[in-house]
């Protein structure tokens, strides 16, 4: 497990792609890479990527036989998984994406560019992948995407806290989202249940912020099949915006552990 936290703003990926794409004078690609919420996912990495050999070499048999979760979906429509690769000293990230009939399409990238994509199909062992990918390419991206997103999918809630005053007014200067009062709030994942409370006020008052997917457990048990409640953007942008990045803690990793350590 890593022991130690990454700022991703200081040398993210996708900050890297961002800052190319507007110097490049590419609106198009910087309108696409803001799109993604960022998870950093520095501090459940490790932990994935020993756990996708145990769960789908050992049960699915051959590389290449990826058992896909029916469950599995992305927290976001857009979803930007980003951890910090220590032994090679860079980051890498997995961009995901939700089509329209439900698969996953996940490419893999890092300092030097990206792979080709592959498609999952959720509860089948049903993979596209583009001619180009190796299979052992193909089989550790799917599993650790899997993985990732089993690990972050869990129930939790969130720890809030502002941003730094440095992204305050890069947004106030309309860097990024104009002339909307916008604020930046960190968001540090842990497990839990979610309560009714709301860490943003009185709905009828709220910004506009998003929303991640998630489940839900207590009607889980009720009713004996998984719950999924869908991403969206909730409030009113009169209201002004919140944006959110978020933080895996080890906490998260302990807990798929212990969920694993069960199965096996």
Request: glycine residues 6%; charged residues 25%.
């Amino acid at each position: 497990m890593s022991s130690t936290r990454h700022d991703w703003t200081v040398s993210s990926l996708r900050a890297r792609f961002m800052r190319a794409a507007r110097k490049a004078g590419d609106k198009q690609m910087f309108d696409d890479l803001c799109q993604y919420q960022h998870f950093d996912a520095t501090q459940i990495f490790d932990m994935a990527d020993a756990a996708c050999f145990l769960n789908y070499s050992l049960e699915g048999g051959a590389r290449g036989e990826i058992l896909i979760p029916s469950d599995l979906f992305l927290p976001a429509p857009l979803t930007w998984l980003e951890w910090y690769d220590q032994e090679n000293n860079q980051s890498r990230a997995l961009s995901c994406g939700e089509m329209e009939d439900g698969r996953i399409s996940i490419s893999h990238l890092h300092a030097a560019g990206r792979s080709y994509p592959l498609i999952l199909e959720p509860g089948s062992s049903t993979m596209m992948v583009h001619r180009k990918l190796s299979e052992n390419a193909a089989w550790w991206i799917s599993s650790v995407a899997i993985e990732l997103l089993a690990i972050i999918n869990q129930p939790n809630l969130c720890n809030f806290e502002p941003r730094e005053a440095r992204w305050q007014r890069a947004t106030a200067k309309g860097w990024v989202f104009g002339k909307v009062p916008t604020q930046w709030r960190r968001c540090t994942i842990r497990p839990g249940i979610h309560g009714k409370a709301s860490e943003l006020g009185r709905v009828g008052v709220m910004p506009l912020h998003f929303r991640r997917a998630h489940r839900m457990p207590k009607l889980e048990a009720k009713l004996g099949r998984p719950v999924i409640i869908r991403s969206r953007w909730k409030g009113d942008i009169r209201n002004g915006l919140v944006l959110k990045e978020y933080l895996t803690s080890d906490e998260l990793a302990f807990a798929r552990a212990k969920q694993l350590e069960s199965v096996h």
